[in-house]
């Protein structure tokens, strides 16, 4: 898991440590120097803790103008036994929407297993967004996560289907990709 980084072409367009507004604002990285696990297994030092164990976060991008922002995630996402949700949720999603985020593309590719509890955090995550005309859409699910989390309920709350698991989401620029999203988000409002 160690040689997994996270996606860093994007790096001109946005840097979340050089952004005031950012919950991870002059946070400073080692290169060399491993010391975050999931588990047993240790993990890049570019990822950043949200105070989860199992479960860590990078910020590629954030757009004020356009209140945009896409966060990659690595490790277990436990609701469960960590309550995952409610770190991510008041640790830096909350602090986004203070600054008019409301559009969040989640990419969960390296996301290994998910495990629920209850929806009371998704809820309120989708209604914040709802309000601002936002939304949350996770890509690239492996198919047993997307599965619990649709088991769970939650695609009532964060747009989860096969449709967004198979992008190729590097190929694009930033808002690109927020184009080629609202563009599948329009059109299941059509049908």
Not at 54 to 72: P, R, V
Not at 106 to 134: P, R
């Amino acid at each position: 898991m160690h040689t997994i980084e996270p996606f860093f072409r994007w790096r001109d367009y946005y840097i979340a440590d050089e952004d005031k507004l950012s919950p991870f604002y002059r946070r400073t990285y080692s290169e060399f120097e491993f010391d975050k696990k999931v588990y047993n297994y240790y993990i890049h030092p570019q990822w950043d803790s949200i105070g989860s164990e199992t479960l860590y976060i990078k910020i590629l991008y954030a757009n004020y103008k356009q209140d945009f922002a896409i966060i990659e995630l690595l490790g277990e996402w436990n609701d469960c036994l960590a309550n995952d949700i409610m770190l991510l949720k008041r640790r830096v999603v909350d602090r986004m929407v203070a600054q008019g985020i409301s559009k969040f593309l989640l990419i969960g590719e390296n996301i290994l297993n998910f495990h629920y509890s209850d929806d009371c955090y998704y809820q309120e995550w989708y209604e914040e967004a709802a309000d601002a005309d936002g939304w949350v859409v996770a890509l690239n699910l492996r198919p047993h996560v997307r599965q619990e989390m649709q088991a769970a309920n939650l695609h009532y709350y964060i747009h989860i289907s096969e449709k967004y698991d198979h992008i190729a989401w590097r190929q694009y620029k930033p808002l690109h990709l927020l184009q080629l999203i609202e563009g599948m988000l329009y059109e299941k409002l059509l049908c």
